[in-house]
């Protein structure tokens, strides 16, 4: 049972995306985290209801009638107030803030009897929709807990998929490498090393004959 990163370029290349799933799944576990399976949300049926009382809001208040309304936009409005920076024990009044000096405003309530009727269902909902939002978050938690994991495998398997390519294009680079030497392998080795001297893991594995200089070396490297 190896890990991810216990797996060999080849192996990690070869995955499946099941097997990526189970090597996420087998870090969750040495990780301590309890899966979370994708949340199933209850049905919310919400009460086929429309609110039908109309009133009209001037300064935070509800007046039934526009006219009583009015007056009251007309009046020297006044609400207390305190500095909360120093003790809320020394009143002041101060005037509405501007959003409430906006004027008349309608506005519609549902009937209380209306509400009456579909209560049962209302309960239902406001049941159903705190149930789903707690299997959300727990979900969502999971996922935030997971994500590191998640990244640090498709890194992995990315890595190796990208080295893979940088290989079969320095297979490439190679192959024209000999054509344009005619033959000549070392003249073709110089130029292939000298192309890729700063990708050493690239010649280890295209010429793994090829001895790399050591750092600071200036002599050329020589298959064996």
């Not at 509800?62 to 500095?83: G, H, L």
């Not at 002041?92 to 405003?105: F, M, R, S």
């Not at 994500?147 to 290989?167: G, H, M, N, P, Q």
Request: aromatic share 8%; with cysteine; net charge negative.
């Amino acid at each position: 049972m190896k890990r991810f990163d216990e797996l060999e370029h080849a192996e990690l290349v070869a995955l499946t995306d099941d097997q990526v799933t189970h090597l996420i799944e087998l870090e969750i576990a040495y990780a301590g985290v309890i899966p979370e399976p994708e949340p199933t949300l209850l049905p919310v049926k919400e009460p086929d209801i429309e609110p039908t009382v109309e009133a009209y809001e001037v300064h935070g208040i509800i007046c039934m009638s526009q006219n009583d309304a009015v007056t009251i936009s007309k009046m020297d409005i006044r609400r207390e107030d305190y500095n909360w920076k120093v003790s809320s024990r020394y009143k002041t009044l101060k005037k509405p803030d501007k959003y409430e000096n906006a004027g008349v405003k309608p506005v519609k309530y549902y009937n209380s009897d209306d509400l009456e009727k579909v209560q049962a269902q209302i309960k239902d909902a406001e049941r159903n929709k705190g149930i789903n939002s707690d299997r959300q978050s727990a979900y969502r938690k999971y996922r935030e807990s997971i994500s590191e994991i998640e990244t640090k495998v498709w890194d992995k398997i990315r890595d190796a998929k990208d080295f893979e390519a940088d290989l079969a294009r320095a297979r490439e680079v190679l192959q024209k490498h000999q054509n344009l030497a005619e033959g000549n392998e070392a003249i073709a080795q110089k130029f292939f090393t000298d192309a890729y001297k700063d990708r050493p893991e690239i010649i280890k594995v295209i010429l793994p004959d090829y001895d790399m200089p050591a750092e600071g070396d200036a002599t050329d490297g020589k298959a064996e």
